[in-house]
């Protein structure tokens, strides 16, 4: 797919969106496009913006949703994916230093704050939080997500973290692979029926818990009683809005309370569990030795090193928001992350290139929060899923027209 883009931006006072062939170049589809952003609804940032650009026949894109509340590891696991995919991800060249995008060789990935369509102080105003679906611009993330998906390029707003105000747009080239991450990509169902696999992290209340106040007291200062007031306070409207959308992923990674330490309250020991629809189109589902059985496995014998409370994995069949599911857990944390390659010999279906490859992967990333435990070694695990479904999308792809022409 070739991708092009000439364009410039001034202001537009009109709120429209309309894209006219105007001429051919270089064998590329020009248009004139008007982009707009969510100005109408945000009280500090009026500005509509008008770009001239060649956009390029495509359409080739495959879009991943990563869902999760904030703190639960989303940029952790992004940052799992595009190691996959090889190559560092990096913001776009020469853009804003607050984006909030990453940009690899395949990946692209948009966090979806980026449309949120009420600063920090429209809000405020209005008592609502970035939970709330007032506070995002749900059609403008559909129809750039759509743009996307069909090789056309956007021009994107950026939520700056730092000062709570929506910045100038960033214009974003359809990639192979675009991820949309945040609160809401599975939310609105255009968008979501626009993903072509979706992932949830579902993060219990008692690690979450635990994760913030080690992030947020060591690194940014916040006491205690802050911390706990920050979640109790997004809580009803994480609830109403966030927490339903993992009825509609094809894998959610759960992560709760170990149940090998009695009356555990450290969050340190997880049991994170991989819970993976059936029936997904390029989607098949790990399994531990035996597809469809109902397995449970203390691997702490002579290959793994288990200290105490030691490692259980457990396997089986299941349903889930009226889904059937295959689900693999795994409970404890590994002594050794080489002697990996002893649990991963045991797994099928992982879509690895070469044997070892998953405990490659964890020893190359032994740093990431995670990598002792379930929620690396799943995160890696769907990682390698993703590259097999976008490898699959693209061969089927490419052999279509072949078909086509055979008939
Ligand atoms: N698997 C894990 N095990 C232990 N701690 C974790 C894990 N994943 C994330 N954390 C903790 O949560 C913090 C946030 O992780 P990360 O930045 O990946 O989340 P995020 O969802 O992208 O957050 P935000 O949306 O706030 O930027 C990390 O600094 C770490 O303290
Ligand atoms: O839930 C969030 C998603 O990451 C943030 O709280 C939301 O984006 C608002 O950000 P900020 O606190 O920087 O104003």
Redesign the pocket.
């Known amino acids: 797919m070739a991708v092009c883009t000439v364009y410039t931006v001034q202001p537009l006072n009109t709120s429209c969106s309309i894209s006219t062939p105007t001429k051919t170049h270089m064998g590329f589809n020009q248009k004139q496009v008007f982009f707009f952003n969510n100005s109408s609804k945000n009280t500090n940032n009026n500005t509509r913006f008008r770009g001239n650009k060649i956009t390029c026949s495509g359409g080739d894109t495959i879009v991943i949703g990563l869902a999760a509340d904030?703190g639960c590891g989303k940029s952790t696991f992004m940052r799992r994916l595009t190691s996959v995919f090889g190559g560092a991800a990096s913001p776009p060249k020469g853009g804003n230093p607050d984006s909030n995008t990453l940009i690899s060789d395949t990946t692209t990935v948009i966090c979806l704050?980026d449309y949120?369509s009420l600063d920090?102080t429209g809000r405020k105003e209005k008592g609502v939080t970035?939970?709330d679906p007032r506070a995002n611009d749900f059609d403008l993330m559909y129809q750039q997500v759509k743009a996307l998906k069909d090789g056309v390029a956007v021009e994107k707003p950026i939520?700056n973290?730092v000062s709570?105000l929506l910045d100038p747009p960033e214009l974003i080239k359809p990639p192979k692979i675009l991820v949309i991450e945040?609160?809401h990509p599975m939310y609105d169902q255009r968008v979501r029926d626009l993903l072509d696999f979706s992932i949830y992290l579902d993060i219990s209340n008692e690690v979450k818990f635990a994760w913030k106040i080690q992030r947020d007291m060591a690194e940014r200062g916040h006491s205690l009683e802050s911390i706990k007031a920050s979640i109790e306070a997004r809580k009803p409207d994480f609830d109403a809005y966030i927490d339903p959308q993992k009825q509609y992923a094809d894998a959610v990674i759960e992560v709760l309370p170990t149940r090998l330490i009695p009356d555990d309250n450290e969050g340190k020991v997880l049991r994170v569990k991989l819970i993976m629809k059936e029936g997904v189109k390029y989607f098949n589902p790990v399994y531990l030795f035996d597809e469809g059985s109902t397995v449970s496995w203390i691997p702490c014998g002579r290959k793994l090193t288990c200290s105490y409370p030691g490692i259980k994995f457990a396997y089986g069949p299941d349903t889930y928001f009226g889904h059937e599911v295959s689900v693999l857990e795994m409970d404890g944390q590994f002594d050794r992350l080489d002697e990996l390659i002893y649990v991963e010999s045991h797994l099928s279906n992982i879509s690895t290139k070469f044997y070892g490859e998953i405990t490659q992967q964890m020893l190359k990333h032994a740093d990431f929060p995670g990598s002792n435990n379930g929620t690396g070694l799943f995160q890696t695990i769907v990682g390698l899923k993703i590259r097999d479904l976008f490898e699959q999308i693209a061969a089927s792809k490419a052999s279509a027209p072949l078909e086509a022409t055979k008939a």
């Open positions: 904030s704050d949120h920090r970035a939970l939520y973290h709570g945040g609160l």
